[in-house]
Every structure is written in structure tokens, then in C-alpha cells.
């Protein structure tokens, strides 16, 4: 019984936090953005079309930080 409401308390801790991405556009690519493919970024999640991208962006931040407040 312990177990399932440690389950149940984890997944609606999940659930809550949750928070949507800042963009809809790949600032990388200029692609369509990917809910599942997220990072942070001054606080806010910043949805990119791929893994590459994501990795180019955590890279270097600052060269496409301007393209995430334009969506």
C-alpha cells in the first residue's frame, strides 16, 4: 500500500510540473519544435526538432537564444 502511494505522489508531482515549451519552431533548424525533445533555458523549456539541435543549442546558447524570444 505504501508502494502505490509513493507511485501515485511521484506521478502527480510529474503531472504538476509539467510545463510547455516557450516555442513551437526549432530555433536551431526552423523546423517544427518536438514536445519530447526539451531543455532548459533561463528557467523555461525550449522544445527543438532533434537531439542534434538540442545539442548545438546547449553548445552555445547565446548564438540562438534570440531565434527561442521570436517564436
Known sequence: MK????????SLT?????AAPVNTTCPVAGKPAKDSVTTKHEGKDVAFC????KGKFEA???KYADKVKKD
Open 60 to 62: 552555445d546558447p547565446a
Open 14 to 18: 510529474s503531472a504538476i510540473s509539467y
Open 50 to 53: 532533434c537531439n542534434g539541435c
Open 3 to 10: 508502494t502505490m502511494l509513493a507511485i501515485l505522489a511521484l
